[in-house]
Structure formats: structure tokens, C-alpha cells
């Protein structure tokens, strides 16, 4: 702490060094002060919050299918949508032709009882993206 900046915590009372605290106890900079026309000035500085990119349809899809076998309506309902979007029947497209998920049903793709579950592959990319995941700290 410069004197400048002692000389108007004294000016402006105990409180400033209150915030200072809080804010370092918080993980937040020291905020900047300043005298300007008379006024004291306290200016809290930001601190860069970090961007993480929203987890992708395909990993989502993957995450449930881990767990269990299920139909895309199910899939669907799980995602927070009321009915099956076109994004959601190319994912699943994507996701078979990748040879990510497969048919419970292989011999009736089409049956209104069809379920997919994870394969051996899809199993794989999975752990590899939360190996990555772990890798960043997230």
C-alpha cells in the first residue's frame, strides 16, 4: 500500500481497510484508490472469468447412455425438450454412423420399442474427453 493511498483510508475511515480484506479473503485484486476534485474514489478492479465451452450435444447424449439403454424420446425428455428436434435425430444419426452408439433392436431399426446404447467405442471417446476434462481442472 502506498502512502498516498494510507493517507486517504485515513480520510475516508476504517471501512476501506475492511474492503481490502474482503476482497483479498474473497481472491479479488485490491481495489484501486484514488482522490479526485476532493472526492474519494474507491474502484474495484474486475477479475477475468474464465470460458468454458458448453458441453456438446453428442458428449451429452454419450453421458446418458452411459448410464443406460434408452429410446430417443427418452433422450429427448432428458435434454429439457418436449419433442424430438431434428439436431437431436442428427446427433443420433452421427452417433450410430460413428459407431458411438448402437441399436438394442439391430434387427428393427425403425420399432417404436428401439433404444440405443453405448459401445466399447463410444465408452472410449467418453473416458477421453473426461480424461481431457481433468487434465484442464475442470
Known sequence: MTSKTRIFIEK???GTLDMIALCAEAG???PEF???GGQFVQTPRHVAKQITQPESLDARVLGM???QSLSKIEISQRLGQK???GQ????IRQLLAAHLVEYTITDK???KLQKYRLTPKG???LDGLHRTDKGRGQ
Do not use: Y
Open 12 to 14: 475516508a475511515g476504517i
Open 83 to 85: 419433442e424430438i428436434s
Open 123 to 125: 465408452q472410449s471417446w
Open 28 to 30: 479479488f485484486p485490491t
Open 34 to 36: 484514488r482522490q479526485d
Open 88 to 91: 437431436l435425430n442428427q446427433v
Open 65 to 67: 447412455l452411459k448410464r
Open 109 to 111: 431399426p425403425t420399432s
